[in-house]
């Protein structure tokens, strides 16, 4: 029940966000809309505008697990199944509630919360694509996907080519380079350098574990 209000309220605002933001003033304004008491409102969105823009960004990722999940990736390449993620990811947003995201967490209070929702969308499609690592590659793989995501996003919100080729492009490059980057880092794991520190100093990584997940994801959960 809790959920189905927090989604009318942000259902409700959506409207708003284009000339408000992702601000207080958007969540009083869907508030007034779907009848919800203020009181309950400020219960659901404690932080307000911030939470309302990540709810959206959690509703987006919950989308494309889903649309992912339903399609068949089998014939295609690694790397073109990420960018496939990733290119759903972008076209399931709307560049304006987006651009008003980013413009959000680009302040210096809320730019953490940014990052971990840059992060949870790199786990989010890496989860998605079968990943089974629970070492330091736990890390890596996020970390890169992170910066690729982040990075085209920033593009795509600039870009005014057709059907945004130009994004797609520059996703191409940037999974291209997280593609080198893999294979540089197993090539050095094989070499002898490699294989002494990773028996020697590096031996330490051996024994960093993902965290477990959470038995119910963020944002998929019904109250």
């Known amino acids: ?22 601000s207080d003033r958007t969540l009083r304004a869907a508030a007034t809309e779907t009848g919800v008491d203020p009181g309950l ?23 494309m697990v889903a649309q992912l999940a339903a399609t068949d990736l089998s014939a295609l390449r690694f790397r ?29 209070q809320h730019a953490a919360d940014g990052a971990r929702a840059i992060w949870s969308t790199a786990d ?12 330091l590659n736990w890390y890596t793989k996020r970390a890169t996907l992170s910066a690729v995501y982040g990075a085209t996003v920033l593009f795509w919100l600039g870009d005014d080519s057709s059907d945004h080729q ?21 090539d050095f794991r094989e070499n002898p350098l490699g294989k002494k520190l990773f028996s020697g100093p590096f031996k330490v990584m051996e024994h960093i574990r993902a965290p477990k997940p959470p038995t119910t994801l963020p944002g998929l959960h019904r109250d």
């Open 1 to 22: 029940m809790t959920q189905h209000i927090k989604d009318r309220l942000l259902d409700a605002a959506l409207s708003h966000v284009p000339f408000d933001g992702w």
């Open 41 to 63: 409102t400020r219960a659901l969105f404690p932080r307000g505008g911030v939470d309302l823009a990540l709810a959206y960004h959690a509703r987006g990722d919950a989308a």
């Open 80 to 108: 073109d199944r990420i960018a496939h993620a990733v290119h759903t990811r972008i076209e399931l947003a709307d560049r304006e509630l987006v651009r008003r995201g980013s413009t959000l967490f680009s302040l210096p």
């Open 124 to 135: 989010r499609i890496w989860t998605a694509l079968g990943d089974t690592s629970q070492d």
């Open 166 to 186: 130009a994004t797609w492009e520059f996703l191409d490059r940037r999974i291209e380079g997280v593609m080198r980057f893999e294979k540089l880092k197993a």
